[in-house]
């Protein structure tokens, strides 16, 4: 999709030339209306939603908290005397193994009393034999783990930190769940032995439901699969999930209402629709088995269409993009993975001439306000639709009209270039960003540099700005200041280097 407008450029002469350019509608998948009421009839909905909140809220909490607490007997009970490495090497069998069903037809339980009344259950569930692996896709929401319940319940490949959640960790250890740690990147490789090991294993283990695309997004397309699930080359079942309700009150995002938010919409509701589809058991080429990469993404491609929806290139690592970027409290952190992809595009990424423009005699103290054709010149590239949707991403940082901020996007721009080193590179070039001949004065010093880094109070900045000053010229330099908090462990964060960083697609596993 895009949009079309007319704009001036200035041609080599000075004359203004008019041209039309589109801007890419992007659809970010990480990103929700934060607006869950029925749009048609939004009055009667709240309405409704305060009467249920009175009336039928209370009861199905109370019911669905003694489930939980009766489920919670019995997997402390089933997997007692187990640890998670027994959890991990062995099936449980027997009695164990009864009690783990129970636990599950207790866990539905839960969902038909929060509203989940009608599950329509689509295809077979395939023989583990035949399909060790089931795919579950899109992931949206808390309420995919009712997907698990009704697939045995199945393994889960789940988040570490899942296990210790207060009465829901002993549920999560008793599905015997291959855990993987999404901040330590040696914890992945960790991961797919432990998938390899479960499905080439000749003990009688339940399948493994994994979410390949990692987290949650908003349903408009699938973003890639991890590879996790393909390295074993094995059969794979696709299990497609759907919500087909007026109202989305499930649609958990990186940004948009919180899950506490979205549980009391769906309590409140008098039912819930949700729909599993158990696709046909997909059998690797000789190709695909050598290639998990090519795997994945054939799945993908099969599962986008049968949800028709679209494939994209957004993953996991976009989303922590984005939450990084909202701890530094950059102005547009929503639409940074999609400025590192139009930079890529136009080849600014491998250019970084924006390093270059802050280098040479950049006078942060003045204004920077540009429109489209001083756009382009200044970063050197053609005056095209890809640009232009940059440039569009940065409009209404000012009131001023069609023009953007230039530094705002050189700031969005280092944070980029700069991403994969420790923070004080980045507040190095903020020196000249925003000071002059290398020197930064106090108010930018507090209001636009230190802002990004750190969380003190604006009088002790202040202060600490006032003793690097020993001249008393109203400036400082980044060298009075790297050499003031190099050993101040109230700046330690900012020369740690960043160790969670990954090249873009480098590794989607």
């Known amino acids: 999709m895009f949009s079309e407008e007319d704009i001036k450029l200035e041609t080599n002469n000075g004359v203004k030339r008019s041209a039309k350019f589109k801007s890419e509608v992007i659809i970010n998948p990480f990103l929700r209306d934060k607006n869950y009421w029925d749009k048609e009839n939004e009055l009667f909905d709240k309405i409704k939603t305060a009467i249920l909140t009175v009336l039928l809220v209370p009861i199905r909490i109370v019911c669905m908290f003694s489930l939980l607490l009766l489920a919670w007997c019995f997997a402390y009970i089933g997997i007692y005397g187990y640890s998670r490495e027994d959890l991990k090497l062995k099936p449980l069998k027997g009695w164990r193994r009864k009690l783990r069903t129970l636990v599950g037809w207790i866990f539905r339980g839960m969902y038909v009393v929060g509203s989940a009344h009608y599950v329509k259950i689509k295809g077979k569930r395939a023989d583990p034999k035949d399909a060790p692996i089931l795919l579950g ?101 696709p299990v497609l999930i759907r919500y087909p309700n007026k109202v ?113 005699n950049f006078k ?33 940082a000012s009131d001023i009209g069609d023009v953007i901020d230039f530094k705002e996007y050189l700031l969005h721009a280092l944070f980029l270039i700069k991403y994969s080193e420790a923070k004080i590179e980045l507040l190095k070039m903020m020196f000249m960003l925003y000071g002059e001949s290398g020197r930064l004065q106090r108010e930018p010093f507090v209001n636009n540099v230190m802002k990004h880094f750190v969380k003190i109070k604006a009088d002790q900045l202040n202060k600490l700005f006032y003793s690097l000053d020993v001249n008393n010229v109203g400036s400082i330099t980044f060298n009075d200041f790297y050499n003031a908090t190099k050993d101040d462990k109230k700046f330690a964060v900012l020369y740690k280097p960043n160790q969670n960083f990954r090249q873009r697609h480098k590794d989607s596993q």
């Open 137 to 237: 896709a899109p992931h949206t929401s808390f309420f995919d783990s009712l997907t698990v319940v009704l697939s045995g319940p199945s393994c889960v490949v789940g988040k570490v930190e899942a296990g210790d959640i207060p009465l829901f960790g002993k549920l999560i250890d008793m599905a015997q769940p291959i855990y993987v740690n999404r901040e330590d990147h040696n914890s992945r490789q960790s991961t797919i032995q432990d998938i390899l090991n479960r499905v080439k294993s000749n003990d009688d283990w339940p399948q493994t439901m994994i979410f390949p695309e990692g987290t949650c997004t908003n349903r408009t397309s699938l973003i890639q699969f991890k590879c996790g699930a393909f390295y074993p080359g094995l059969p794979i079942q």
């Open 248 to 360: 989305d009150t499930f649609t958990w995002t990186w940004s948009g209402p919180d899950v506490m938010m979205l549980i009391w919409r769906t309590l409140a509701q008098f039912h819930t629709f949700v729909e599993i589809e158990y696709l046909p058991v997909y059998v690797p080429n000789d190709e695909e088995k050598k290639d998990p990469k090519l795997y994945a993404k054939n799945v993908q491609r099969l599962m986008s269409k049968e949800l028709n929806i679209p494939t994209s290139d957004y993953t996991f690592d976009d989303c922590k993009l984005m939450e990084n970027a909202v701890k530094s409290k950059l102005l547009f952190a929503e639409q940074l993975s999609d400025v590192q992809r139009f930079r890529e595009k136009i080849g600014l990424a491998q250019s970084q001439i924006e390093e270059y423009i802050v280098k040479e």
């Open 364 to 396: 942060g103290n003045e204004d920077y306000y540009l429109e489209f054709s001083e756009f382009v010149q200044r970063l050197k590239i053609p005056a095209d639709n890809t640009s232009y949707t940059l440039f569009k991403f940065f409009v209404g």
